[in-house]
């Protein structure tokens, strides 16, 4: 693109309103909102299009090693997914072996991470703890690490109990770190799973009758008991899936505490229902927590609209279809996980703002800017001095969402067929044209 050009005719979503106004980019940064411009810009036309900042999903797990298995998408191609469905960052995991430090870990994910397309961050997952792991997350910290997580399932793995997450919390505290907390009951949820699977009731369905949400409502609230004991740190409850969880979540907002929330599309999107499918098909539904009901998904519609959920984020960790149907008769085996990297704006766009009339602004906040400010991407919203990291959005002309749009590797989607009318037409990053209308333009690095 031309070191000086505009934007003409469009809807611009900025943090202060939505604007009926033209931008001018100038060396890859927002010069400013609202003309007259100086003479000379080309001109990019954007009538009848939306002006978005691009997206920011704090929450992928690219090549996530779950057993015998890996998750579909790595860094290229995951990045790449993204970028088509008008996402510039992207926050993954570090996740240490046992016997690894963070540092080591943290190496290696690196340069993993640096066949990425667009600018990728880290969560360090804490999984135990020992001698080294306070001076650890300091070195962590200093090398630009502002988020830890931990897993209140799981607890035969990653999982942590009580008293390693208080000190995990605390210490994070102390660093002025956040902690983002996979906040399911592990030791109610483990003695659902071996009920169900010992008495040999396996099939799907069984996956979210061993993980209720009042798992999930007890890890919250003993998450922001914590919090509060502490003082802190800012907390993020990671994919919040029903209502009874965004209740504690409320709860722990009235309070007062530094409780943010997330919640993922496929919570929005779909109901326990497709776990009554026949077990292949089931299995691809199967992620943790698990579906919920459609008063669940209502319920977290009203929390994205009230401000109750802070981010929605995917979750992105899709297994190949063979992965899932090999288990697929036994939940405790299926990789858990789905996608969404690619259609998170698409779809959440679509149904928030069109069909729900959410307001553009609170849905920007939700998928780019909230998520922007919490891990430092620049360009996560729409204001003069910020990188262009923007996609011109195409709302209200519905097309049917086909998997090859978004080109995640993994061999299905759950949103295949569903009509998506959001279509993001044009995706620039620092200003440079890199995907138009789910197709990648020219691949490079996010802000240049
Ligand atoms: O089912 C899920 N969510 N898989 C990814 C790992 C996790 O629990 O976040
Ligand atoms: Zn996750």
């Not at 990425?116 to 001076?135: G, N, P, Q």
């Not at 109610?188 to 979210?208: I, M, N």
Request: aromatic fraction near 6%.
């Amino acid at each position: 693109m031309p070191r000086r050009f505009s934007i003409t005719g469009g809807r611009v979503v900025t943090p202060g309103g939505v604007l009926d106004a033209d931008l001018l980019v100038e060396d890859g940064s927002i010069a400013a909102i609202g003309g007259p411009f100086p003479p000379g810009a080309e001109d990019v036309a954007a009538d009848g299009l939306t002006v978005l900042p691009c997206g920011i999903d704090p929450h992928v797990h690219l090549a996530m090693p779950a057993g015998a298995y890996r998750s579909s998408d790595d860094f290229a191609s995951g990045s790449l997914a993204a970028l088509r469905g008008g996402t510039a960052g992207l926050v993954d995991f570090v996740e240490p072996e046992p016997g690894e430090t963070q540092s080591r870990a943290l190496d290696k994910r690196l340069s993993e991470a640096e066949a990425a397309r667009i600018l990728v961050k880290f969560h360090m997952t804490i999984s135990r703890w020992d001698s080294e792991t306070a001076s650890e997350m300091e070195r962590c910290v200093e090398r630009g690490i502002g988020s830890f997580k931990i897993y209140l399932a799981y607890l035969d793995s990653i999982g942590v109990d009580d008293e390693t997450a208080f000190r995990v919390l605390e210490r994070a505290r102390d660093l002025g770190a956040r902690v983002l907390v996979h906040a399911e009951e592990g030791v109610a949820v483990d003695a659902l799973r071996s009920a169900f699977s010992g008495s040999g009731r396996r099939t799907p369905p069984y996956h979210a009758l061993s993980r209720p949400p009042e798992c999930e409502a007890a890890a919250i609230a003993k998450t922001a008991a914590m919090v509060r004991r502490l003082g802190g740190p800012e907390t993020v409850i990671a994919h919040v899936s029903s209502e009874l969880g965004l209740a504690e979540v409320r709860n722990a907002k009235a309070a007062g505490l530094p409780v943010l929330a997330e919640t993922c599309p496929h919570y929005l999107a779909f109901d326990a229902s497709r776990y009554e499918l026949p077990a292949p098909q089931a299995a691809r539904f199967v992620m943790s927590p698990p579906l919920r009901s459609p008063s669940d998904a209502e319920a977290l519609w009203g929390g994205i609209a009230d401000a109750s959920i802070d981010f929605v984020s995917t979750d992105h960790c899709p297994f190949d279809l063979g992965a899932k149907a090999e288990s697929a008769e036994d939940f405790t085996r299926i990789p858990n996980g789905v996608g969404g990297v690619a259609e998170r704006m698409a779809y959440v766009l679509t149904e928030g703002a069109l069909k729900r009339g959410i307001a553009l602004d609170r849905l920007a906040e939700v998928l780019c800017s909230a998520a922007g400010r919490a891990h430092g991407f620049p360009g996560s919203a729409v204001e003069p001095g910020q990188p262009a990291n923007l996609c011109l959005w195409r709302l209200g002309t519905a097309y049917r969402y086909d998997r090859r749009l978004g080109g995640s590797r993994c061999d299905y989607s759950i949103y295949e067929g569903m009509e998506f009318a959001a279509l993001p037409e044009k995706v620039f990053l620092g200003g440079n044209l890199r995907a138009e209308s789910w197709t990648v333009a020219t691949p490079a690095k996010g802000g240049d």
